[in-house]
């Protein structure tokens, strides 16, 4: 292939990237416009006079959301690490009767519907009590990640050697030891992949935050944008401003861990 | 080392398997024959210690909320039986009386053309994506990771953006047709367009999925597969046609199975977006079913439940299907 050939492609490659990428720069555009150029006809396509009103209103009226989202983001990691790892080594390596059933188990949950779990749940929090809680709203959002993470656990860990296992037995471990001093350290990448995932998904959880946390004191920053679109829509600027960040976790998590995120698309839909 | 491995290697369960074949000679003493036993079943106990959560929370947050759903959906639940209880017992009526509504039909259709329209568009454009991305050139590597960010990034962020860019008056959409000298859509707000403008917002969406799986199945066809094609002059589309689609039958039956199973859930997309009008013209099953649950003043669980219902055996028909696929493949 000669390098002019190359470099045609790679040009062809970056009009296609710009044309997918297109509506996210309108949204950083949108973002940084006057509200007097807001409804001007034909649009700016760049931020002439650009802005920060938007960025003032997102952080004088969306701190309380972004924290709220940030701590069910962790809490849904730490749920779903706690128990999808031990799940995982178990089924990769200590071979349970009856694992096949559970695995098949946790692909069926993974295909129902979000709007029929948040339905179910709705019913059992608002007699518990956690209806409009972020513990409430943890637990509902693990729900998206927790099955994934199983199987990714699980196929990541039947990659371990054998003998690594056996030799921390021959050491005097026993399946505790030997799950958190050696399956655990050599499954950092799972660990990150699923964690990236876990957090990305509750960031991003609508369902469950307008079903379940709707009347909540804390609410998350997708919450935060759909009440924006509905009470000011005047006010594009401030909305697509909260949505670039409400953005920056999945361009974080895009550009710190690249192969991670992709590892993790094809492991829902390729590995058992 | 050598030593330690061959130490190990005389764990229970081998040596009990050893047995089994008739490798050892002489029988094995009684008290040997339950240590392993003893030991056999301690390793069943550690299994199913460690699966403990999970088995406990699957049935405490998806089989009870399943459970529960599906009770609601054959009660006929008011507001004051909902908060304390005790709501008869209806059978199937809310069932009978989701079939009779005029939204049903409409609502079945949508989901239909939804996910077919957004099923076809998604898999050719990330399929030829895909193979677009399969000649290495400089920097395929990075534009490959970027056209992940549609699939990566809040729903919400995402349909808000297409509203704005659809928007009627303000949109850039309409702003190109007028530059064109075309007349201006009412996309979201007319009932012509609301279902076409949410299908766009969605394949849009969609893409990187369909481009990274299909990449990745791709990659796993052998270079001497299309190596000996070209030996044998085939070449361009013949190629395609003949070599490259066939190989990528198992991975596309499973990625466009896998996405329909997704698309016909979606919600978010949908309720952002129109809302599922106007006038019940963007409906599909998800949206109606959070419409009746969720979006009015006085919710209508039990007939919410009933759709959301009627949306999980739609799920998981496909669903089954999707893991016999897959199976097979594992063992093929």
């Known amino acids: 292939m000669s390098a002019a050939r190359s470099w045609g492609k790679t040009a062809i490659g970056l009009v296609l990237t710009g044309l997918m990428l297109f509506p996210v720069y309108w949204m950083i555009n949108v973002s940084f416009t006057r509200d007097q150029d807001m409804r001007k006809s034909p649009p700016h396509l760049f931020p002439v006079d650009g802005t920060l009103e938007g960025y003032r209103a997102v952080l004088e009226q969306q701190g309380p959301y972004l924290v709220t989202s940030l701590v069910v983001g962790l809490g849904t990691v730490a749920v779903t690490l706690l128990i999808a790892a031990p799940a995982g080594y178990s089924l990769a390596k200590l071979r349970p009767r009856g694992g096949g059933a559970l695995s098949f188990a946790l692909l069926i949950a993974q295909m129902i519907p979000g709007i029929i779990m948040a339905m179910g749940f709705y019913a059992i929090f608002l007699s518990t009590g956690v209806l409009n809680t972020i513990p409430g709203l943890i637990v509902a959002d693990s729900t998206l990640a927790v099955p994934f993470a199983v199987l990714v656990f699980t196929a990541f860990m039947s990659g371990i050697p054998e003998e690594l296992l056996q030799a921390a037995r021959v050491d005097g471990a026993g399946v505790l030891r030997t799950f958190w001093s050696v399956v655990l350290p050599v499954s950092r990448n799972s660990l990150i992949t699923v964690s990236l995932f876990a957090f990305l998904w509750a960031w991003s959880d609508f369902i469950f935050a307008s079903t379940l946390d709707q009347g909540g004191d804390h609410q998350p920053i997708t919450l935060g944008i759909y009440h924006y679109i509905g009470n000011n829509n005047q006010q594009w600027n401030a909305i697509m401003a909260t949505a670039v960040i409400a953005s920056i976790p999945a361009a974080v998590l895009l550009v710190i861990a690249q192969r991670y995120v992709a590892a993790g698309v094809t492991a829902g839909a390729m590995k058992d | 080392m050598k030593g330690t491995m061959n130490h190990v290697t005389q764990?229970?369960?081998?040596?009990?398997?050893?047995?089994?074949?008739?490798?050892?000679?002489?029988?094995?003493?009684?008290?040997?024959?339950?240590?392993?036993?003893?030991?056999?079943?301690?390793?069943?106990?550690?299994?199913?210690?460690?699966?403990a959560p999970v088995v406990v929370y699957l049935l405490v947050f998806y089989a009870y909320p399943l459970y529960n759903n599906l009770d609601l959906s054959l009660r006929d639940y008011t507001v004051r039986s909902f908060v304390q209880g005790g709501a008869?017992?209806?059978?199937?009526?809310?069932?009978?009386?989701?079939?009779?509504?005029?939204?049903?039909?409409?609502?079945?259709?949508?989901?239909?053309?939804?996910?077919?329209?957004?099923?076809?568009?998604?898999?050719?454009?990330?399929?030829?994506?895909?193979?677009?991305?399969?000649?290495?050139?400089?920097?395929?590597?990075?534009?490959?990771?970027?056209?992940?960010?549609?699939?990566?990034?809040?729903?919400?962020?995402?349909?808000?953006?297409?509203?704005?860019?659809?928007?009627?008056?303000?949109?850039?959409?309409?702003?190109?047709?007028?530059?064109?000298?075309?007349?201006?859509?009412?996309?979201?707000?007319?009932?012509?367009?609301?279902?076409?403008?949410?299908?766009?917002?969605?394949?849009?969406?969609?893409?990187?999925?369909n481009l990274v799986v299909l990449y990745s199945g791709l990659q796993a066809i052998p270079a001497q597969v299309n190596e000996a094609a070209e030996l044998d002059g085939a070449i361009g589309w013949q190629r395609f046609w003949k070599v490259t689609l066939p190989l990528l039958r198992p991975v596309s039956a499973i990625t466009l199975l896998l996405g329909l199973v997704y698309t016909l859930k979606v919600f978010d997309i949908i309720w952002i977006m129109t809302k599922g009008g106007p006038s019940d013209s963007s409906t599909t099953l998800a949206t109606w079913s959070y419409r009746l649950g969720f979006g009015n003043l006085l919710p209508a669980f039990g007939p919410g439940a009933a759709v959301g219902n009627l949306l999980i055996v739609m799920a998981l028909a496909f669903g089954l299907v999707y893991i016999y696929l897959q199976r097979r493949q594992a063992f093929a």
């Not at chain 2, 009932?191 to 969609?206: H, M």
């Open chain 2, 11 to 51: 764990t229970p369960a081998s040596s009990v398997a050893g047995e089994r074949r008739g490798r050892a000679p002489v029988p094995p003493s009684h008290g040997r024959r339950r240590a392993a036993v003893r030991r056999r079943w301690s390793g069943q106990w550690a299994a199913w210690a460690f699966l």
């Open chain 2, 88 to 209: 008869p017992f209806t059978g199937f009526a809310n069932y009978g009386k989701v079939f009779a509504d005029p939204t049903f039909g409409p609502a079945l259709w949508h989901t239909v053309v939804f996910t077919a329209v957004s099923l076809v568009f998604q898999f050719t454009i990330g399929l030829a994506l895909a193979l677009f991305f399969t000649r290495h050139f400089r920097l395929s590597a990075t534009l490959r990771a970027l056209f992940l960010v549609p699939w990566l990034l809040p729903l919400i962020v995402s349909s808000s953006t297409w509203s704005w860019l659809l928007n009627s008056d303000s949109g850039l959409v309409n702003a190109l047709l007028a530059a064109f000298g075309a007349a201006p859509v009412n996309w979201l707000t007319s009932p012509d367009w609301s279902l076409w403008s949410v299908t766009i917002a969605n394949i849009w969406i969609g893409i990187p999925f």
